[in-house]
């Protein structure tokens, strides 16, 4: 069924009784102002590209048809009549709206509306900060953001609007592709970038699969997006042209600067983010370099210090480069500032992204590298002095003593850190389980896959315990701490089928030794995981119960109720996988 088929009525909705005139999404300004760098127009590097409004007209130019020498060839083949007029065919078709008219008389009422926008910034704005609320409040808001925006709100509606939300982000994903190809300018307007990246993280996690598909192909677009305005590196400032205008610009004046400088490099920021998550998420390979990024971390109005990997005295946010971050920490293996919680994910991120990295050759060998005397067994370049998983790690456990209120992001580090661990200490756990429940692959590779597992399983009770330990803390961490964020449903996915893969192929696992006491292990409790790890015995997790009384379809159930509470639809999918090794 379409999703433009789940529109609701709104009570109070205004009947539409004259037409409405035409308006653009948003105004563009010219190429130049949206591309922020100084290359000259006519510049020979092929990538520059200063697009017009003119650049969607096409017309063909009348040809001098002549005889060339090459048709003399007798053996040549010709296009037929009929082939002919089914390209005409083609284009003629493909040059017409793509979509039937939508009846707008259904369109949500503006209580509506402005209820689904507020629950964007209660439920979502926090795990994505990359819209500035004043925004969201002018008369000139653009609508096409505001139309992103609340169909994200909608999904977290307790009234049941999961169908209007799917319809406005359908509707907003057609609102996107008929700007991109009618001006080719909107592909680096800052708004529609915005825009371009909640319809795509939307798409991602609101169960659709069609709209999950336009987000993967959308990824892409994004990348492009941000590298071709500069959102990751050196570009133009807004400041520093107001300085250069105006000697002694006012303080109203450089605050607005400064607040389109930042909204460009948190949108760069965001896109990044996202990139990261996708991969760390789905583990599909990101497509931004860490390399290519040289910018200031995203800054917020909490400066959240860490005690380890050890911080220096306060300095300010903005001045923090990402690489002289990256290049602290695995140099010296401290943060030399305080960062935001925006920042800190992001150096979560990027921690996970060279583990990553290091494990990207794990599949092409028969045998990979186990380390049995250690929790880390990722290789990496001798000019890192610090593992990056290792720090991962340093970084999860001084999240916990922050003096802030936890949030979606600062829990990401700790969600990160667990998942690191179920994921890479052997090598492709998760995507082998996940194909051990069916995922892809036929009834062969399913069975290879469980005989995998099982054989991991026998010959490595010390990694079989800590892949364990992990998943339980994750599990605890996420009870503990539920904010509703679309990573959550993968997450809650990954500790399901890591739970049950260990305990429908293992035989002995948790069982006790004579006087050996019971372990309790808890979102912040490191100390007795590691203990449990070490010597095994009896254990029971936090918010799911002794180990000796889970079986495999008891984990199965508890996940599955977990999952039929989020709002993301994903979720839903993700439910109805469990249950399917339910009945197994």
């Not at 925006?149 to 999961?162: P, T």
């Not at 598909?213 to 050196?234: C, D, F, K, N, Y």
């Not at 570009?235 to 006012?250: D, T």
Request: charged share 20%; with cysteine; glycine share 4%.
């Amino acid at each position: 069924m379409s999703p433009l088929n789940w529109f609701h009525s709104s009570e109070g909705a205004p009947a539409i009784t004259h037409p409405i005139a035409p308006a653009k999404p948003i105004s563009l300004p010219p190429s130049s102002e949206l591309i922020r760098d100084a290359q000259p127009s006519d510049t020979p590097w092929p990538h520059v590209y200063r697009p017009s409004e003119t650049d969607s007209q096409l017309s063909l130019s009348p040809i001098v048809q002549s005889m060339p020498s090459i048709f003399r060839d007798p053996n040549l083949d010709f296009i037929k009549e009929a082939i002919r007029e089914s390209m005409m065919t083609l284009v003629s078709s493909t040059n017409q709206p793509n979509w039937p008219a939508v009846d707008v008389a259904l369109f949500p009422s503006t209580q509506t509306l402005s209820v689904c926008i507020n629950l964007y910034f209660r439920h979502f704005h926090d795990t994505l900060p990359i819209i500035r609320r004043s925004k969201t409040r002018a008369t000139d808001a653009p609508p096409i953001l505001l139309l992103a925006m609340a169909s994200i709100g909608a999904m977290y509606s307790r009234d049941k609007l999961s169908g209007l939300a799917i319809a406005l982000n359908e509707l907003t994903r057609r609102a996107i592709h008929y700007m991109r190809e009618s001006d080719q300018r909107a592909m680096f307007d800052t708004t529609f970038v915005q825009a371009s990246l909640l319809q795509s993280i939307f798409g991602l996690f609101c169960g659709s699969r069609m709209l999950y598909q336009h987000a993967e192909i959308s990824r892409g677009s994004l990348v492009t997006a941000a590298r071709r305005m500069h959102l990751l590196r050196p570009s133009l400032s807004f400041v520093k042209e107001l300085q250069k205008r105006h000697k002694n610009p006012s303080e109203e004046e450089l605050r607005r600067a400064q607040a389109d400088d930042d909204e460009r490099r948190n949108l760069g920021w965001g896109i990044y983010l996202y990139d990261m998550q996708i991969s760390a998420l789905l583990n599909i390979a990101p497509l931004l370099s860490v390399g290519e990024i040289n910018v200031p971390l995203p800054g917020d109005n909490e400066a959240y210090t860490t005690t380890s990997p050890s911080t220096s005295p306060p300095a300010d946010q903005d001045t923090v480069n990402f690489r002289a971050v990256l290049d602290s920490l695995l140099s010296h293996g401290t943060i030399p500032v305080p960062l935001s919680s925006f920042g800190l994910s992001v150096v979560a991120h990027t921690l996970y992204r060279l583990c990553t990295d290091a494990a990207t050759f794990d599949p092409i060998f028969s045998q990979p590298s186990v380390c049995r005397d250690s929790l880390y067994r990722l290789p990496f370049p001798p000019t890192f002095h610090y593992n990056p998983q290792e720090l991962l790690d340093q970084l999860s456990a001084s999240s916990h003593s922050l003096p802030n209120k936890p949030n979606s992001l600062i829990v990401s580090v700790s969600a990160l850190s667990h998942l690191g661990h179920m994921q890479f200490t052997w090598p492709s756990f998760l995507n082998n389980v996940k194909i051990a429940a069916g995922k892809s692959g036929t009834e062969e590779s399913k069975a290879d896959a469980r005989s995998w597992v099982r054989a991991r399983i026998e010959e490595d009770p010390i990694g079989t315990r800590s892949i364990l330990a992990q998943a339980g803390q994750l599990s605890a961490l996420l009870s503990r701490f539920t904010f509703d964020s679309p990573a959550e449903t993968v997450l809650t996915l990954d500790l399901g089928l890591t739970f049950w893969a260990i305990l429908k192929f293992s035989t002995s696992i948790g069982e006790p030794l004579p006087n050996q006491r019971r372990i309790i292990i808890t979102w912040s409790d490191h100390a007795a995981a590691s203990e449990w790890i070490r010597i095994g015995g009896p254990v029971s997790f936090q918010g799911l119960g002794d180990l000796s009384d889970l079986s495999s379809t008891k984990v199965l159930s508890i996940f599955s109720e977990r999952l039929e509470s989020m709002p993301w639809g994903l979720a839903q999918r993700f439910k109805h996988v469990l249950m399917s090794l339910e009945k197994e």
